[in-house]
């Protein structure tokens, strides 16, 4: 996700009526799948249930993005600007399930350390 920001934000001579639509299409793909990481993480879904959900659930802002990502990579002359949006669309899944998997463990670092010092969990 941050890899994006970096790669968009460094366009150059692209109309910022481009960068504006994908920092837009940025912000609604990554709140949809934090909201579906949350969700799943409530729900206790495993991590291949998470990984069908947040494709299904954020498909629509995925589109955007990618959309959004390709014309700017094509502004910038990039040879398939298309494959190389879906490849960082295809990247910020994996971050998200990598990380998903890494939430019982991050959930028990926070609980250990708020039985340590307390009054910073507050």
């Known amino acids: ?15 910022q009526s481009l960068l504006n639509a994908a920092d837009d299409a940025g912000l609604a793909h990554t709140q949809c799948m934090f909201a579906t990481m949350r969700a799943a993480n409530q729900a206790h879904l495993s991590a291949s249930d998470f990984e069908s959900r947040v494709r299904s659930e954020c498909s629509a802002q995925a589109q955007r993005l990618t959309n959004a990502s390709a014309r700017i990579f094509r502004a910038r002359g990039d040879s398939n600007p298309t494959a190389k949006a879906e490849r960082m669309i295809e990247d910020s899944y994996r971050t998200a399930v990598d990380d998903y998997r890494q939430l019982p463990e991050k959930e028990k670092l926070v609980r250990d350390f708020c039985k340590a010092d307390p009054k910073d969990c507050n």
């Open 1 to 15: 996700m941050i890899a994006l920001a970096i790669l968009l934000a460094a366009a150059a001579d692209v109309p």
